[in-house]
């Protein structure tokens, strides 16, 4: 069965760093993308970035290019998500989800998603 | 960017009803459209690629159609498990963009 399981909730204050993880099995970690959503409280869902474990090749989107960065762990099929300086505004639930593939190539869609970290950043 | 907007942004029915949720995106998409379902406290669930394709356990009461840039996606008849937000996504190019959802509740 592929699952990913996160990380756990985490409270910080303003200016802190922070990681968190995505821990993946049932599948070859190396071969499929794994994507990165935000949800804000109460709001919807915004595509972060993804990235491909097999080489870290990753794609951003605008919004998140050099607020957060992406990266993974090949030898413990885990993937991250990291800030430098945490803002208030990071306040949110944070999946990741696996890309989408088959034999003809990748889709930019998402399943299965990991159960969501909360991050609560507060001073 | 291509922007997904979805109507209604709420709705109430009842358990039996037949409901439909539309999706539009700013420029065409071809078929490269999915929809989500996520429940309270819940992840979001995959439903639905390429605008009508049923991923695999999703129940045939779910429907998706659509191309370009109009699409929808029906229940055909509401079971309480359904009471929902619904969420559509382009999957054409990046960035991925979502719709703002659309929440299903009960009369």
């Known amino acids: 069965e592929v699952q990913l399981v996160q990380s756990g909730a985490e409270v910080k204050k303003p200016g802190e760093s922070l990681k968190i993880s995505c821990k993946a099995s049932g599948y070859s970690f190396n071969s499929y993308w794994i994507g990165w959503v935000r949800q804000m409280p109460g709001k919807g869902l915004e595509w972060m970035g993804i990235?491909?474990?097999?080489?870290?090749?990753?794609k951003y989107s605008p919004s998140f290019q050099g607020q957060v960065t992406l990266s993974a762990d090949k030898s413990i099929t885990t993937a991250y998500l990291q800030w430098s300086s945490l803002k208030a505004s990071d306040t949110a639930i944070y999946y990741c989800?696996?890309?989408?593939?088959?034999?003809?190539?990748?889709?930019?869609?998402?399943?299965?998603w990991g159960q969501g970290t909360l991050v609560t950043v507060s001073s | 960017d291509i922007q997904m907007t979805q109507s209604p942004s709420s709705v109430s029915a009842s358990i039996g009803d037949r409901v439909t949720i539309t999706c539009r995106a700013s420029?065409?998409?071809?078929?490269?459209l999915t929809w989500y379902q996520q429940k309270p406290g819940e992840a979001p669930k995959l439903l639905i690629y390429?605008?009508?394709s049923l991923q695999s356990g999703v129940p045939s009461r779910f429907s998706g159609s659509g191309y370009g840039t109009d699409f929808t996606l029906t229940i055909s008849s509401l079971q309480p498990e359904d009471f929902a937000t619904y969420y559509c996504q382009q999957a054409n190019s990046f960035p991925i963009t979502f719709g703002q959802g659309t929440r299903l509740e009960i009369k």
């Open positions: 989800a696996r890309r989408y593939q088959d034999s003809s190539g990748y889709y930019n869609w998402f399943g299965p």
């Open positions: 990235i491909y474990p097999g080489d870290s090749d990753t």
């Open positions: 420029q065409g998409i071809g078929s490269w």
């Open positions: 390429t605008a009508s």
